[in-house]
């Protein structure tokens, strides 16, 4: 069992920049490949960035290569997404999540075994 826990979220205007945290319990999340989603409203849930277990390899959605970063820190059990050049299409609830390792990194959702709350950004114009 993971328990996973979000933070860092806020307002901001665009351009701006933020950092997500996700801090993880019960499993070393070294062990599990992981991802950040976003869900805005009224849209579904969509793969923004994921981070590899076995090699740290990491994947991004178009829509944020070269202004997001997802990174993790093993000693301190947690996953990490920078997010720079912020822009109002990028307000949504981010979730963090865990999928089992076993295999190549996986942008669909229902791959994914554990979530966190959500932490809403919302970037304003």
């Known amino acids: 069992q993971v328990h996973l826990v979000e933070s860092g979220g806020g307002l901001l205007q665009a351009g701006g920049s933020l950092r997500l945290s996700c801090a993880a319990s019960?499993?070393?999340?070294?062990?599990?490949?992981m991802g950040w989603f976003r869900q805005a409203p009224g849209k579904e849930r969509e793969f923004v960035a994921g981070?590899?277990?076995?090699?740290?390899?990491?994947v991004y959605a178009d829509s944020v290569k070269g202004r997001f970063t997802v990174s993790r820190d093993n000693a301190k059990n947690t996953m990490y997404l920078q997010m720079n050049g912020l822009k109002p299409e990028d307000t949504a609830v981010y979730y963090c999540?865990?999928?089992?390792?076993?295999?190549?990194?996986?942008?669909?959702?229902?791959?994914?075994?554990?979530w966190g709350q959500g932490t809403q950004v919302t970037v304003s114009s």
């Open positions: 999540a865990a999928a089992p390792p076993g295999g190549t990194l996986d942008t669909r959702p229902r791959f994914y075994d554990y």
């Open positions: 981070i590899q277990w076995i090699d740290g390899s990491t």
């Open positions: 019960g499993r070393a999340l070294g062990s599990y490949n």
